[in-house]
């Protein structure tokens, strides 16, 4: 019985291309992840966690998520300037950050000074991204996302002989790092020639609002998708940290790379139907990606079902006995989140961004909530499964509260 699509041929083609990059991009993961939990333990897995989680959360800070608006502007110098803009504020940041760093590298046992480089790269490579989607350039933007995966994967393999200690951070500071230089090479065209300081505070306070309600909400839903590892290690133990790391990394990097691809192209294809003041394709357009993502979360969940206990032990060694547990408890989670994320850039279309800061809010909550519950009953079981359950049902909920909208046409657009 199959789902019956009822998407267009330019999108289905601008998904596949990103898709089939994505799909790639995971591969290679995937294939050096096997490798690398072979070699390094899940200890060492749980202090790359929470390098990589804090970095994650840094980056949002160093665009103040402008980059979401270089989609937006009709003009390509105003989508160039909003290029500069992030960029410009990235670069700011890389600075204070490594002021501080240098005075107080060690703060809270956190190396500041490489995740701050991380966080700066991280940045990077979204405005650069997002740039490429602007211009429809769908195989560049894929072909960045293969050199993300493959500089990092190589690197972090290959200093596993040099410097096993840190190999899994400082591989991942390689590869970035190549990325960007390539798409900087590949962009360097794109930047302003004679950057207007008029045009460049204009388009900066045209779209300020981006920043003042998607930024704190990105900020919630980046520490609640990046402590978790920092929690779970300092409440029951660095071992399980490692577990929850590996587990979550198996199922929510293809699972981000694929709805955050899907995305990206929906964000653009929904604006033009908000331009085009076409409210009922708007909605078939997000019903119909939605029916794609539950269709193949349905099948890629009954298969780890079936299978989930003998992947982890085979692919990653008896040391990681365990990992599957956490994925069967995480499972409501992933589908409510899979579900609702490639059209959650509807919250910046519709003007709902202070909708979506609210929700992230809740999520937060409700894992500092969960994390207590689990340290009382002293079971990493109970803390994700009270986490996943009720957050997984507030995605659904979330996703069926902008249909309804879409449904009834009450919204005011930013376009």
Not at 287 to 292: C, V
Not at 381 to 391: A, E, P, Q
């Amino acid at each position: 019985m199959g789902l019956k699509y009822n998407l267009n041929r330019k999108l289905l083609q601008k998904i596949g291309i990103i898709f089939s990059g994505s799909l790639l991009s995971q591969a290679i993961l995937f294939l050096a992840t096997i490798v690398l939990a072979r070699l390094y333990t899940p200890e060492q897995f749980g202090d790359f966690a929470i390098f990589l989680g804090w970095a994650n959360v840094l980056a949002l800070l160093f665009t103040g998520r402008y980059e979401l608006a270089i989609i937006l502007p009709q003009s390509d110098l105003d989508a160039r300037h909003l290029f500069l803009a992030s960029a410009g504020l990235a670069h700011l940041f890389l600075i204070l950050g490594a002021a501080v760093g240098l005075i107080w590298n060690n703060l809270a046992g956190l190396n500041l000074l490489p995740v701050t480089l991380a966080a700066y790269l991280l940045a990077l490579l979204s405005v650069f991204q997002y740039s490429l989607i602007r211009e429809s350039r769908f195989s560049a933007y894929s072909f960045s996302r293969i050199t993300f995966a493959t500089g990092i994967a190589a690197f972090q393999l290959g200093l596993f002989y040099v410097n096993p200690e840190n190999g899994l951070t400082n591989g991942y500071l390689f590869g970035a790092g190549l990325t960007i230089l390539c798409l900087a090479l590949f962009l360097k065209n794109r930047f302003p020639s004679l950057p207007s300081f008029y045009v460049l505070r204009k388009v900066m306070s045209k779209y300020f609002s981006i920043t003042k309600w998607s930024l704190p909400g990105s900020l919630f839903n980046a520490l609640t998708n990046n402590i978790q590892p920092f929690l779970i290690g300092f409440v029951f133990s660095s071992r399980e940290a490692g577990l929850f790391f590996l587990a979550y990394r198996l199922v929510g990097t293809p699972l981000t790379l694929i709805t955050n691809s899907v995305s990206q192209v929906f964000f653009k294809e929904a604006a033009a139907c908000i331009q085009d003041g076409s409210p009922e394709k708007l909605r078939k357009l997000t019903r119909n990606i939605s029916l794609t993502m539950a269709g193949l979360l349905g099948i890629s969940f009954s298969l780890f079902f079936l299978l989930g206990d003998t992947i982890f032990i085979r692919l990653f060694g008896k040391k990681w006995t365990g990992g599957s547990l956490i994925v069967f408890w995480l499972i409501p989670y992933f589908v409510g989140k899979g579900i609702f994320n490639p059209i959650s850039s509807l919250a910046e279309a519709l003007n709902k961004t202070k909708l979506e800061m609210l929700f992230s809010i809740f999520v937060f909550l409700m894992l500092v909530s969960a994390i207590f519950l689990g340290y009382y009953c002293q079971s990493i079981k109970v803390f994700l499964l009270v986490f996943s359950c009720v957050t997984g049902l507030g995605y659904l909920a979330l996703w069926l509260l902008y249909y309804q909208i879409l449904k009834q046409g009450k919204y005011e657009a930013r376009l």
